[in-house]
Structure formats: C-alpha cells, structure tokens
C-alpha cells in the first residue's frame, strides 16, 4: 500500500483563522514533506522532516509552523495567512534516503480570503 | 546546479496517437530520475524511475522512458494514447544522495484530442 492521506481535501479560512492541515502514512517511511502547488507549477519544496526531526526549511515564513508528532504524521499549522497564500499543499513521505521515491498524497486546496 | 528542463509547455496528441515528453537534466553525478503524472486538483503520481541498470523503464499505464547519460535527457514515451492520459506530466531529478530534495521541472500539461 502506498499511500499517503490529507485532510481536509478542502479549506477555506479568513486571514486571522488558525487551522492545520494533516498528513498521515503508514509504510513506514522515515521522511515526510510539505510542497506547496500553484497553479500550472511545479511543487515548491517547503519542508522535510527525517526521523521526525526537521531537516529542511526552505526559507518559509513563520505564519506557516510544521510539526511532525510521529512518524506516521506530519501537521501543518497555519495562521495569520495571506490571500496569496491560497495553492494546494501536497504531503509526500518516502522511506528515508534521498535517492527513495516521494509518494504523493491528493493535497489539501487552501483558499485564504 | 541541478536542474531540469521540460522544453514543452504544451502538448497535444490525437487519441491512439504515440506520445514523447521532453526531459533534460543537469547533474554532476548519476542522476535520480522520476516522472509524476497529476490529474487537475490532484496529487502527484509516481510513473516510472530510474536509478541504475538497463536505461529503458518501464511504468505504469503503458509509459516508458529511456535515461540518455550523452544526451542529458529522460524522455517519456507511450505507444498509444488514451483520452485518460490528458494531465500535467512533471520530471523531477533527486538533488543528491544526503538531501531528500526533489528538483522539479515546469511541467508539460497533455490535451488527448479525440
């Protein structure tokens, strides 16, 4: 089974909302990441953990705090956003190194108002 | 720099047609190489990756791509094409052996005339 599972598969929030989004895996995959899609672009890389730690940061802003609380769940928390903000978030995990195949969750469409 | 190349913005192929999507890379070592395949509003899906071995992959869905180490490139090929195959087709590279970062290209969104 590979799959990687997001919720909500929608979300609409107001610029002073707080709301998470969820990821979850059970392959046993030892990394998680968090990528950001405009529309017709590719992914843009936001976060990584490994072994549940954060190991990559790509100079996101801090209205947008991950948090990894096993390792079969990644959260993303969202506060004080922008409308520019607004892109499907896509999860992926892979069993750990880097030459392993991403596995793509559906995304969440967040929409900032 | 890693980096990847998707000459194509924008294809379109009648339906039964062959198909071949453009993939050039940069990379100083054996590069790591996917291709995703995403429907609108959807996630990505894996088709096919190479890493070593014999440079022809086989994919799901009846893709295949051939990794060319003199031609830096990783084109993606179907024999026949189906209306369901319209969707953006992305090539990635892995960035390297201690990083799990993906380098993606721009994309190439495929029409399926009937």
């Known amino acids: 089974d590979t799959e990687v599972t997001q919720t909500p598969k929608h979300l609409v929030m107001g610029m002073t909302n707080k709301k998470s989004l969820k990821c979850e895996q059970h392959m046993g995959h030892r990394a998680m990441y968090w990528y950001k899609q405009k529309a017709k672009k590719p992914p843009e890389l936001m976060f990584v953990?490994?072994?549940?730690?954060?190991?990559i940061n790509e100079s996101v802003p801090s209205r947008f705090s991950p948090e990894c609380p096993n390792s079969s769940l990644l959260n993303l928390h969202l506060h004080a956003l922008q409308p520019e903000d607004s892109a499907l978030y896509l999860c992926?995990?892979?069993?750990?190194?880097?030459?392993?195949?991403?596995?793509f969750g559906p995304g969440t469409r967040l929409t900032v108002l | 720099a890693q980096s990847v190349t998707q000459p194509d913005i924008h294809i379109t192929v009648s339906e039964g047609a062959s198909l071949e999507l453009r993939c050039n890379y940069s990379?100083?070592?054996?590069?790591?190489l996917f291709w995703y395949v995403q429907s609108p509003g959807q996630g990505l899906q894996l088709l096919l990756k190479y890493f070593s071995g014999d440079t022809l992959v086989q994919g799901i869905k009846g893709f295949e791509a051939e990794f060319k180490r003199s031609q830096s490139s990783f084109n993606l090929r179907k024999p026949s094409v189906h209306w369901s195959d319209a969707a953006e087709y992305f090539c990635?590279?892995?960035?390297?052996?201690?990083?799990?970062?993906?380098?993606f290209g721009t994309g190439t969104l495929l029409a399926v005339q009937p």
């Open positions: 990379y100083g070592a054996t590069p790591y």
């Open positions: 953990y490994s072994y549940e730690k954060l190991s």
């Open positions: 990635a590279v892995g960035a390297g052996l201690d990083t799990n970062k993906l380098i």
């Open positions: 992926a995990s892979s069993p750990f190194r880097g030459t392993d195949t991403q596995y």
